[in-house]
């Protein structure tokens, strides 16, 4: 468990050893939602607030980089290396 985000009302969480699709977790005070990354869905019939939703989605490239760092084999978004040719 790695907390990546924190607020007032509640953190963002990323788990090493979870299960696929990519997906970040939500803790509040007494409770706990899994959102589906990159679309910010939460997953398993759960809502969330806007301020949450809006929260995820500024900090999105964030949330995203450290899933991809913490989960190397199943990244989020495809990584490309682009060669230039020199003249």
Same mark, same amino acid.
């Given at each position: 468990l790695m907390k990546i985000l924190?607020?007032?009302n509640f953190?963002?969480?990323i788990y090493s050893d979870d299960h696929p699709p990519p997906?970040?977790?939500?803790?509040?005070k007494d409770s706990e939602v899994s959102v589906d990354? #990159? $679309?910010?869905?939460? @997953?398993?019939?759960a809502t969330i607030s806007k301020d949450v939703k809006d929260f995820i989605?500024?900090?999105?490239e964030e949330i995203c980089d450290e899933f991809d760092r913490m989960h #190397? $084999?199943?990244n989020? @978004?495809?990584k490309?290396?682009?060669k230039t040719k020199t003249k």
């Open positions: 924190n607020t007032k953190t963002i969480h997906h970040c977790h939500v803790r509040f990354l #990159p $679309l910010i869905i939460p @997953r398993y019939g989605k500024q900090n999105l #190397p $084999l199943r989020l @978004r495809t490309t290396k682009t």
